[in-house]
C-alpha cells in the first residue's frame, strides 16, 4: 500500500505550514499549488475527450467542448493572478515553457494523431487560437528546481512534491480498483454473453473501464514527470514508471481459481 491521498496530504500541510526564513511562504500558498495540480489534470481530461471525439463532432460536442475550454481558461487566469504573490515579482511570464506535451496510453489510436488535426477541417477557426488544454501553468514543477532556487521557493517545491505524492497515490488507488473493476466484468458480463447484443453491451462496459483506466494513468505519468523536473529522485524510485503489463487486468481478481 501507498500513503496518503492528496486530500489528506492538503489538509496536513494547511495544518503545519509556517513560514520559512529567508523565503516567501504564506499558509494558502498549499491552497494556490493544489489547484495548479488540479488544473493539469484537468487539461488532460479535457485534451483525451477531445482526442475521442476526433476531426468530426456533432454539434453537441462542439458547443460542450467549447464551454469547457471557457471553464478550464477561468481555473487558469485565477492561477496565474496569484503568481505575483507566491512566486514574487522576479517572476517572469516568459519563464514557462512551451505547449504541454500529453503522453496516451490508449491502444488502437493513431500515435500520430494530435488535438491540431480537428482544426483540418476549417468548420471552428477560432480553436487555433484558444487552446488552453495544452498552455502550460506556471507551477514550479514547470519552471524547473534551478528557476525556482533563483525565485527563492524552495520551501514551496518541497510542498508541491508532497502534493505531487498524494497525487500518485490517488491515480494508483484507482487504477487498482478499476483493473479488478475489469476483471470482474470480464468474469461476470463478457464469458456470460450468448447474443451479440449483450455482448455488444458487455464490451461496451469493459470499455469504459478502460477509459478511466487510461485517464488515470496518464495522469501518473504527468505526475511522475513533474517529480522528476523537481529532481524528486527518490520517489521516482518508489512510483516507477507504468508499463502496458501493469494495466492488463487479471482473472485471478475476480476468480481465483482462474
Not at 471552428?124 to 521557493?153: D, M, Q, T, Y
Not at 483493473?179 to 464469458?191: E, H
Not at 488515470?216 to 511522475?224: E, G, L, Q, V, W
Amino acid at each position: 500500500m501507498f500513503g496518503c491521498a492528496r486530500k489528506e496530504v492538503e489538509i496536513d500541510l494547511l495544518h503545519n505550514s509556517a513560514p520559512w526564513l529567508g523565503e516567501r511562504s504564506q499558509l494558502v500558498a498549499v491552497t494556490w499549488l493544489a489547484s495548479g495540480i488540479t488544473i493539469e489534470e484537468m487539461q488532460i481530461v479535457l485534451a483525451m475527450e477531445i482526442r475521442r471525439a476526433g476531426k468530426h463532432q456533432t454539434e453537441t460536442q462542439t458547443l460542450e467542448i467549447g464551454c469547457r475550454w471557457v471553464r478550464l481558461q477561468h481555473s487558469i487566469d485565477e492561477f496565474i493572478a496569484g503568481v505575483a504573490r507566491y512566486l514574487g515579482e522576479e517572476y517572469d511570464g516568459d519563464d514557462c515553457i512551451a505547449d504541454m506535451d500529453v503522453h496516451f496510453l490508449e491502444d488502437g489510436l493513431d500515435s500520430n494523431w494530435s488535438s491540431n488535426n480537428i482544426l483540418d477541417s476549417g468548420r471552428h477557426p477560432p480553436r487555433v487560437l484558444f487552446r488552453p488544454e495544452i498552455a502550460v501553468i506556471p507551477l514550479l514543477s514547470n519552471l524547473g528546481l534551478e528557476r525556482c532556487k533563483e525565485l527563492g521557493v524552495i520551501g514551496l517545491v518541497r510542498k508541491e512534491i508532497t502534493l505531487c505524492e498524494g497525487q500518485a497515490n490517488d491515480m494508483l488507488h484507482v487504477i487498482r480498483v478499476h483493473l479488478a473493476d475489469k476483471a470482474v466484468l470480464f468474469r461476470t458480463t463478457v464469458r456470460p454473453a450468448k447474443s451479440q447484443a449483450t455482448t455488444t453491451r458487455a464490451w461496451a462496459q469493459v470499455h469504459s473501464v478502460e477509459r478511466v483506466i487510461n485517464l488515470n494513468s496518464t495522469i501518473y505519468k504527468k505526475c511522475r514527470a513533474q517529480l522528476t523536473n523537481l529532481w524528486a529522485d527518490q520517489l521516482l524510485e518508489k512510483y516507477r514508471e507504468l508499463e502496458k503489463k501493469d494495466l492488463k487486468a487479471t482473472l485471478a481478481v475476480a476468480d481465483p481459481n482462474a
